[in-house]
């Protein structure tokens, strides 16, 4: 029943899109100048690889480990650490190292589209609204 519930609503959602979105920015006017700095792309472009590779080796760190737990549960004698082979426990520092790579992605997105595009650095008070980067 929640499932047909929610199967509704995307239908609903998605058929009358145009007409929500006219009544939500009503008020607003239509002469909006968007801009999108390359640096703003970078950063999400960071961010979303930083959480795809947290989602990617977040479950599978997890799998391994509560398998080491259940098997070492079973044996009295042996840690977790213990039970794992030496390929479980590579694979388990592979996952931590991308694990801690994708936190500095996602952590860290503005200073490294900064670096990227090599913006230079600001005095305090200062924002990159205005900027351009300093290309070769």
């Known amino acids: 029943?929640?499932?047909?519930a929610f199967e509704l609503m995307a239908l609903i959602l998605w058929f009358f899109s145009n007409r929500i979105a006219g009544v939500l920015l009503s008020g607003f006017s239509k002469d909006?100048?968007?801009?999108?700095r390359p640096s703003d792309l970078v950063v999400v472009g960071c961010v979303l690889m930083g959480l795809w590779w947290l989602k990617d080796a977040t479950l599978p760190l997890l799998s391994l480990w509560l398998r080491s737990i259940f098997l070492s549960s079973t044996t009295t004698d042996q840690s977790t650490l213990e039970m794992m082979s030496t390929s479980i426990r590579i694979?388990?520092?592979l996952y931590l190292l991308q694990i801690t790579v994708a936190l500095i992605l996602i952590y860290r997105?503005?200073?490294i589209a900064n670096w990227l595009l090599q913006y230079p650095a600001l005095s305090s008070g200062e924002t990159y609204e205005d900027k351009e980067p300093a290309g070769p």
């Open 1 to 4: 029943m929640v499932v047909i």
């Open 91 to 93: 694979n388990c520092g």
């Open 109 to 111: 997105s503005r200073r």
């Open 32 to 36: 909006v100048e968007i801009r999108i």
